[in-house]
C-alpha cells in the first residue's frame, strides 16, 4: 500500500496568516492527490483534485501543488471558517490510502 | 438537493455482522459517472478506504478487509449497501459512504457518517 504522511499534525494560526501543510507519499502518485476539509460532525468536503484543481465552489484562497511525492495544500489567508482538519488522499493505487490529518486551531 | 445519508445499527455484537446502507439523493446510482464507495474513520487508524461499488456491480476491495467485506447496490433505491462481517472491536469507526469520480477515484461527496460501534 502507498502510505501518505501529512505534516505537520496540527498548527496554530491567526485569522489572515499564510499557513502550508505538506503530504508526502511512500511511492509516486504523479498528480493523483485529493484534499479534503472535515470539520466536527460534518461530512468531509473535497477542496483540490488532481493536486491542483480547484472543486468548483472552494474559495481561491485555497491552492494545491506537487507532483510525484511531495505535495502542499496551501491556505493563503486563513478564515474564521477554515478552523477544520485536513487531510491528503491518493488516488494512483489500490487500495486508496489517506494521509493522518493536519488539524488547523486557532492561535 | 444532493446527498448521502448513512444509516444502520450503531451498536453490533463482537463476531456478528455490520450492516449499514447509503441512501442517495438528487443524483442517479445509474448515471455511470460514478462509483459509489464507502470508506472508514477510526481514532486508531485514521481514515481507511473500505470499497466501492458501481451500479452494474462491479466492485474494488480493500485487500486487508477483502475477506470480510460485502458491497452491494440497489438501484431501484437508489441505495448502496454495506455489510462487514465478524467484527471486533477494532472495527468500531464512524462509517462514511461517498460518491467517487470514476477514473480518478476521488471522493467529490460524502455523507455525514455514522458511528459504529463494536461491543457486547
Known amino acids: 500500500d502507498i502510505q501518505m504522511t501529512q505534516s505537520p499534525s496540527s498548527v496554530s494560526a491567526s485569522v489572515g496568516d499564510r499557513v502550508t501543510i505538506t503530504c508526502r507519499a511512500s511511492?509516486?502518485?504523479?498528480?493523483?492527490l485529493a484534499w479534503f476539509q472535515q470539520k466536527p460532525g460534518k461530512a468531509p468536503k473535497l477542496l483540490i483534485f488532481?493536486?491542483?484543481s480547484l472543486q468548483s465552489g472552494v474559495p481561491s484562497r485555497f491552492s494545491g501543488s506537487g507532483s510525484g511525492t511531495e505535495f502542499t495544500l496551501t491556505i493563503s489567508s486563513l478564515q474564521p471558517e477554515d478552523f477544520a482538519t485536513y487531510f491528503c488522499?491518493?488516488?494512483?493505487?489500490?487500495?486508496?490510502?489517506f494521509g493522518g490529518g493536519t488539524k488547523v486551531e486557532i492561535k | 438537493q444532493l446527498q448521502l445519508q448513512e444509516s444502520g445499527p450503531g451498536l453490533v455484537r463482537p463476531s456478528e455482522t455490520l450492516s449499514l446502507t447509503c441512501t442517495v439523493s438528487?443524483?442517479?446510482?445509474?448515471?455511470?459517472?460514478?462509483?459509489w464507495g464507502w470508506i472508514r474513520q477510526s481514532p486508531g487508524k485514521g481514515l481507511e478506504w473500505i470499497g466501492s461499488?458501481?451500479?452494474?456491480?462491479?466492485?474494488y476491495y480493500n485487500p486487508s478487509l477483502k475477506s470480510r467485506v460485502t458491497i452491494s447496490v440497489d438501484t431501484s433505491k437508489n441505495q448502496f449497501s454495506l455489510k462487514l462481517n465478524s467484527v471486533t472491536a477494532a472495527d468500531t469507526a464512524v462509517y462514511y459512504c461517498?460518491?467517487?469520480?470514476?477514473?480518478?477515484?476521488?471522493?467529490?461527496?460524502w455523507g455525514r457518517g455514522t458511528l459504529v460501534t463494536v461491543s457486547s
Open positions: 488532481s493536486a491542483s
Open positions: 488522499q491518493q488516488a494512483n493505487t489500490f487500495p486508496l490510502t
Open positions: 438528487g443524483d442517479s446510482i445509474s448515471g455511470g459517472n460514478h462509483y
Open positions: 461499488i458501481f451500479y452494474s456491480g462491479s466492485t
Open positions: 511511492l509516486g502518485i504523479s498528480n493523483w
Open positions: 461517498a460518491r467517487q469520480v470514476i477514473y480518478y477515484w476521488y471522493f467529490d461527496l
